[in-house]
């Protein structure tokens, strides 16, 4: 069953339920930031949630727009590759405690730039005063979304300004100052898991990144390891997002599902103090 969300218009705070697959439980997402409740609170929240359902509220679903993250994973050419390693395990953590206490924990050494990632601007910025990821205001990172369906863009071909008017024209849509926009190219449809996913994509040109900085967007992403054309030297769009310090999203996951619709998207940033970009959880949240 695919991950879906319901969201409740008469509650002031987001409270979010959603069955994950093959699981046949409801997990609580929210609540202020608690994200406790117990027996009687979740009856509340039940009857809550029908009599809004019943006042016709909003149903929602959360996708996932995330890859996953698995040792080796193709990156970017030229990145660090990808490890994980189990560093204890039940077994032998048991023998410390009592009562069948026990825990397991991996390692990770990753990237930055490895999976699915937003971009500081201090990545392609070289100039002192640019941000790193944990300077940068955190409501870049969550807003109104749309995604533009570029998916007959060839690899090593390049998505145009025509092209981004065309799609938005084809789905109804228009760009909003603000809005994040993300691209669906198909690459990782196509090609994850393999090679070919770090070079068979295509990327913006000048001017459909010029369009994203002329509707003043907060920031954008692909479904590929860059929005730059693999085969490009100059790289247009980084510079674009380096003159008008506009962050990106690369190796975004499931945009088919979201392609020629508008809806919240929000994918945050590990806190790394200096850090060059950042893993994040990519999430739509699309109402139905």
């Not at 969201?7 to 609540?31: C, I, K, M, P, W």
Request: proline fraction near 5%; aromatic fraction near 10%; charged fraction near 25%.
């Amino acid at each position: 069953m695919e991950t879906a969300a319901r969201l409740t218009s008469r509650h002031r705070r987001a409270n979010f339920y959603f069955q994950q697959a093959g699981t046949g439980h409801e997990q609580e997402v929210g609540d202020g930031g608690e994200g406790r409740f117990d027996r009687a609170g979740r009856q509340r929240e039940a009857d809550d949630a029908a009599t809004a359902r019943n006042r016709g509220s909003i149903m929602s679903k959360l996708v996932d727009l995330s890859q996953e993250i698995y040792q080796g994973m193709p990156v970017y050419m030229g990145h660090l590759k990808t490890a994980i390693w189990q560093t204890h395990t039940h077994e032998e953590t048991a023998t410390k405690f009592e009562g069948g206490m026990s825990y397991a924990c991996n390692a990770l050494v990753m990237s930055d730039h490895g999976p699915t990632h937003v971009d500081s601007i201090s990545h392609f910025d070289p100039r002192p005063d640019a941000p790193a990821v944990d300077q940068m205001a955190l409501d870049l990172f969550y807003g109104e979304s749309l995604c533009l369906d570029v998916s007959h863009i060839q690899p090593h071909a390049y998505i145009t300004r025509q092209d981004v008017e065309r799609a938005l024209a084809g789905h109804g849509l228009e760009i909003r100052s603000g809005d994040i926009v993300l691209f669906y190219t198909g690459t990782w449809d196509k090609y994850h898991d393999t090679l070919q996913y770090t070079t068979q994509y295509p990327g913006l040109d000048e001017g459909a990144a010029q369009l994203l900085a002329d509707k003043k967007v907060k920031n954008f992403g692909v479904d590929s390891p860059s929005p730059d054309n693999p085969i490009s030297k100059t790289y247009p769009t980084h510079m674009m997002s380096r003159r008008y310090r506009i962050p990106h999203y690369e190796n975004l996951a499931n945009l088919k599902q979201v392609a020629g619709k508008r809806f919240q998207f929000a994918a945050f940033p590990l806190k790394i103090r200096g850090g060059y970009g950042s893993p994040v959880r990519a999430v739509a949240i699309v109402d139905e």
